[in-house]
């Protein structure tokens, strides 16, 4: 029979794994119990014996974060204080909250905190390069969100947890409510940062994504301040070495595109360019799961049947529990983390050269974009700063034909210096490294959407196989007229029909006034840059 373990044998492990660490320097002085760096089948255990959730088929943890299904950028706030004011672009994005306001809301969430029977501290990195790295002590009062934050960081080794000194904590009170007039927030909802404090307060939403990209928020303040680019892409490594960058906004195929299981994986969302290469921020990945098969994406399928994997908001069969992945009557936004150890190809280490390509991704509703083309220096900047996808109609409510999404870098609303500071910086590494660059359209074909069709997954990576693997460097190009785009006029495994927007069109007429129509929405958008960028970035977009 296996001799389960003595309690004083798991009271030295839980010791050990606290090391000389306190919450005194988080101002913490909890009442309850506190559980430092437990393991994920402590933290499942906890969150079953909390009613936290249920265990599906197979062995992942089902959470409901309603009603906050995603994030509340709206309720984000950055603490207006001298040493970062003249750093941060100001506005709807960066909203600014008096230090006077957050030292009455970091009390509070103290307070709650200190009230709660049982905390769940997990110490972790964030940053694959030691050299630009980040320890975090996340503070949570939920065992499942515990995990998540376990999922979806660097864990460090267990022998270093004794030295482990954290440089940024994140305190979580996802049950606590703000007050509007005394904490300076728009509701209860809140995500403030404190860069000078190095802390984030995050309260009245359980959503867990709010976790991750608070931190990430962070570091695309902290990264350039040491010469690192950091990047909302994804990464991945061939066996022949060479590293390759995945930039879309949600829904353009990143995760999925990323995920082939001829090139290691090095993260799925969030990296760094530096002096050395690539490296990943985090140590899990958060994929979309609508609509997940095995048969599409098996390898993202594969970890939604592992235990330890957090399923978010995902609809269980009463009967079998087995995840119904195509029900969205809690969300669109269904969501599973997991560690990035559960794909079968990823790089360990986290870390890749400098990347010989760069893909952009986009899903265009529109249905004018060429499924392929390739960008010169200038083009790219353009499209780096525009972050375009679309919007399809029926997704949201209100929402009756495509509509244009601009996300500066691909994703505007997690930075904090000016968007045409991260740009610079990529245009100056993508001239040193000789990086080349493609606008890849996984949308639609042959019309817009409700006339066309979505581009066949088997084309894409047909086409980003063949980019990456230098089949495209030489084939003959044809200029598209409005876009100015170089379209290459053959891809191996793709009908050539399909690689030029307009001949898939039934009506030539109505693409060549759907393409003008979305050509004059990217200039639009780009007049906010105009006085910011050169005049040959400005020309580099569509002409029509």
């Not at 050395?276 to 899990?284: D, L, P």
């Not at 969205?328 to 969501?335: C, D, G, K, P, V």
């Not at 200029?479 to 379209?487: E, K, N, S, W």
């Amino acid at each position: 029979m296996m001799a389960t373990q003595t309690q004083p044998a798991a009271s030295a492990q839980a010791s050990a794994r606290q090391g000389r660490q306190t919450l005194d320097e988080q101002g913490l002085a909890p009442t309850g119990t506190v559980h430092w760096n437990l393991i994920t089948p402590e933290l499942m255990e906890a969150a079953a014996r909390r009613g936290e959730g249920r265990f599906a088929l197979m062995g992942p943890f089902v959470a409901v974060t309603a009603p906050h299904t995603g994030r509340s950028p709206k309720d984000k706030f950055v603490v207006r204080e001298p040493g970062s004011e003249a750093d941060v672009d100001w506005g709807k994005i960066n909203q600014p909250m008096s230090e006077e306001h957050f030292d009455t809301l970091v009390a509070d969430v103290r307070k709650y905190l200190d009230g709660q029977p049982e905390l769940f501290i997990e110490d972790l990195f964030c940053g694959a390069d030691e050299k630009h790295r980040l320890a975090v002590r996340y503070v949570t009062p939920n065992a499942w969100q515990a995990n998540f934050v376990r999922n979806m960081f660097i864990r460090p080794a267990p022998q270093t947890l004794d030295s482990f000194a954290p440089n940024f904590t994140v305190l979580h009170a996802p049950e606590m409510q703000a007050d509007p007039a005394r904490h300076g927030t728009r509701t209860g909802t809140f995500i403030v940062l404190n860069l000078a404090r190095r802390m984030i307060l995050i309260g009245g939403t359980r959503y867990a994504g709010e976790l991750k990209k608070a931190m990430f928020t962070v570091m695309n303040y902290m990264m350039p301040k040491e010469g690192v680019l950091s990047m909302h892409c994804s990464a991945n490594i061939g066996s022949d070495g060479k590293t390759a960058l995945f930039f879309g906004l949600s829904g353009t195929g990143k995760t999925t595109l990323s995920a082939d299981p001829d090139r290691a994986l090095i993260g799925d969302d969030e990296h760094g360019w530096s002096e050395n290469g690539v490296f990943n921020f985090e140590g899990g990945c958060y994929a979309k799961v609508i609509g997940l098969t095995p048969e599409t994406e098996p390898d993202i399928y594969q970890t939604t049947q592992m235990f330890g994997t957090i399923l978010e908001n995902v609809v269980l069969d009463e009967h079998t529990r087995q995840v119904s992945f195509n029900d969205q009557s809690i969300t669109e936004n269904t969501r599973a983390s997991y560690p990035i150890e559960y794909i079968q190809n990823h790089a360990p280490d986290g870390l890749g050269g400098h990347p010989k390509n760069v893909i952009f991704l986009t899903a265009d509703a529109f249905g004018v974009l060429p499924p392929i083309s390739r960008l010169t220096p200038e083009q790219a900047m353009y499209y780096f700063l525009s972050g375009y996808t679309a919007k399809v109609a029926g997704t949201e409510r209100g929402v009756t034909e495509p509509q244009a999404t601009f996300s500066a870098c691909f994703g505007d609303v997690f930075l904090v210096w000016h968007a045409t500071k991260y740009a610079e910086m990529l245009g100056e590494l993508l001239r040193e490294h000789g990086s080349r660059v493609w606008l890849v359209n996984t949308g639609w074909s042959g019309g817009a959407y409700g006339v066309g069709k979505r581009m066949k997954l088997s084309y894409t990576r047909a086409m980003v196989r063949a980019a990456l693997g230098g089949q495209l460097d030489d084939v003959a190009t044809q200029t598209d007229p409005i876009f100015g785009l170089a379209v290459p006029e053959t891809v191996p495994g793709v009908p050539t029909e399909v690689l030029h927007a307009r001949e898939t069109w039934a009506d030539p007429a109505a693409y060549d006034e759907q393409a003008r129509k979305l050509a004059g929405m990217f200039r639009t958008n780009f007049e906010r840059f105009a006085d910011r960028v050169s005049s040959q970035i400005h020309e580099a977009g569509p002409r029509g």
